[in-house]
Structure formats: structure tokens, C-alpha cells
């Protein structure tokens, strides 16, 4: 089991959750969040004075996965969110040492379903 973390920009969720789905993957977790990375942010001028923006709205997917899904989920998730510009994002696979469904109790990759 994987636990596969993306970070994305926003305007392309959509196109992250309409590739995901097409593979058959609809469970996740998305969470907005800030960052930077190698965009490093942008400057503007707000009221006179000159503002630099250095953490930048993302949004943050979580899936689990069992282990014949990881492919699948990262190439759904490049093909959805591939601009091809800094800033596309970037996604983390990591080891899932347990998972435990509440209502059932159900473990491991019957959990994830």
C-alpha cells in the first residue's frame, strides 16, 4: 500500500479528478494549501506599496492506494495537471504501513477498497 501526496495548482484540479476518475480512482483527500517552490512567488503593488507574494495557492491531494494503483494514480495525475510550466506541482509516494477502516475494522488493502 502507497500513500501518493499531490500538490497542484488549482485551476487544474479538475482535470486531476476527471483523470483519476477514468482510472477508476475516486477516493481521496484534497486540502487547499500555500507554498512555494521553484516559482518562488511574484510581486504586485497593492495601494502604493510594493508586496511580494512568496507562498502561492495549491491544492493537495492525499490517496491511498494498493500497490497495483500507484502507476495508474501518478500518470492520472500527470496527464491532468502537465502544463508543461514551472509550477505544475510535484507528488510524493510513500510507504502505507496500515490502513484501518472505522466502520467495518476492516485492514490493510480491503480498507483502501
Given at each position: 500500500?502507497?500513500?501518493?501526496?499531490?500538490?497542484?495548482?488549482?485551476?487544474?484540479?479538475?482535470?486531476?479528478?476527471?483523470?483519476?476518475?477514468?482510472?477508476?480512482?475516486?477516493?481521496?483527500?484534497?486540502?487547499?494549501?500555500?507554498?512555494?517552490?521553484?516559482?518562488?512567488?511574484?510581486?504586485?503593488?497593492?495601494?502604493?506599496?510594493?508586496?511580494?507574494?512568496?507562498?502561492?495557492?495549491k491544492v493537495m491531494l492525499q490517496i491511498g492506494v494498493n500497490d497495483k494503483f500507484v502507476e495508474p494514480t501518478i500518470k492520472a495525475i500527470i496527464d491532468g495537471a502537465r502544463t508543461g510550466n514551472?509550477?505544475?506541482?510535484?507528488?510524493?509516494?510513500?510507504?502505507?504501513?496500515?490502513?484501518?477502516?472505522?466502520?467495518?475494522?476492516?485492514?490493510?488493502?480491503?480498507?483502501?477498497?
Amino acid at each position: 500500500m502507497k500513500l501518493i501526496t499531490a500538490i497542484i495548482q488549482p485551476a487544474k484540479f479538475k482535470d486531476v479528478k476527471d483523470a483519476l476518475a477514468k482510472e477508476g480512482i475516486t477516493k481521496m483527500t484534497v486540502m487547499n494549501v500555500s507554498g512555494c517552490g521553484q516559482q518562488a512567488g511574484y510581486g504586485e503593488t497593492y495601494r502604493g506599496q510594493d508586496i511580494e507574494i512568496n507562498l502561492l495557492k495549491k491544492v493537495m491531494l492525499q490517496i491511498g492506494v494498493n500497490d497495483k494503483f500507484v502507476e495508474p494514480t501518478i500518470k492520472a495525475i500527470i496527464d491532468g495537471a502537465r502544463t508543461g510550466n514551472i509550477g505544475d506541482g510535484k507528488i510524493f509516494v510513500t510507504n502505507l504501513e496500515e490502513c484501518i477502516r472505522i466502520r467495518t475494522s476492516e485492514r490493510g488493502g480491503e480498507a483502501i477498497g
